[in-house]
Nanobody, 121 residues
C-alpha cells in the first residue's frame, strides 16, 4: 500500500557529513509527522528528530546543532542532514511517517527498511 524508501547511508570519518533521504510512495491521502529513529547495537531504538506537516522540528539533545531535519511535501520526502558526525552516531537509521490512507480518519505508522550509518576513522 505505502512504502518508505531510504537512501544516503554509508561509512564516513568522524567530523564528516551524510544526508539521508526517505521518500514515501504508493497510494495515500496525506502525510502527517515524519521522523528519524536510530538503533545502535545493544541499545534501544531512539528518536533522532521529527518534523510536523507544518515544518516544526524537534531533536534529541545528542544531535542538536549537528543534525537538521527537513521535508519536501511536493516530493513526499523527508531528509536528515548530519554534520560533525561522531562515532556515537553509528547506528541503523529508520525513517518513520504517519500516513493518512484515505481520509484523516484512517492512518497508519509506516517504517522504512533502515539504512546503516557508520562513523569510524
Amino acid at each position: 500500500q505505502v512504502q518508505l524508501v531510504e537512501s544516503g547511508g554509508g561509512l564516513v570519518q568522524p567530523g564528516g557529513s551524510l544526508r539521508l533521504s526517505c521518500a514515501a510512495s504508493g497510494s495515500f491521502f496525506s502525510i502527517g509527522v515524519m521522523g528519524w529513529f536510530r538503533q545502535a547495537p545493544g541499545k534501544e531504538r531512539e528518536l533522532v528528530a521529527r518534523i510536523g506537516s507544518s515544518g516544526v522540528a524537534t531533536y534529541a539533545d545528542s544531535v542538536k546543532g549537528r543534525f537538521t531535519i527537513s521535508r519536501d511535501n511536493a516530493k513526499n520526502t523527508v531528509y536528515l542532514q548530519m554534520n560533525s558526525l561522531k562515532p556515537e552516531d553509528t547506528a541503523v537509521y529508520y525513517c518513520n511517517a504517519l500516513i493518512f490512507i484515505r481520509t484523516y480518519i484512517t492512518y497508519t505508522d509506516y517504517w522504512g527498511q533502515g539504512t546503516q550509518v557508520s562513523v569510524s576513522s
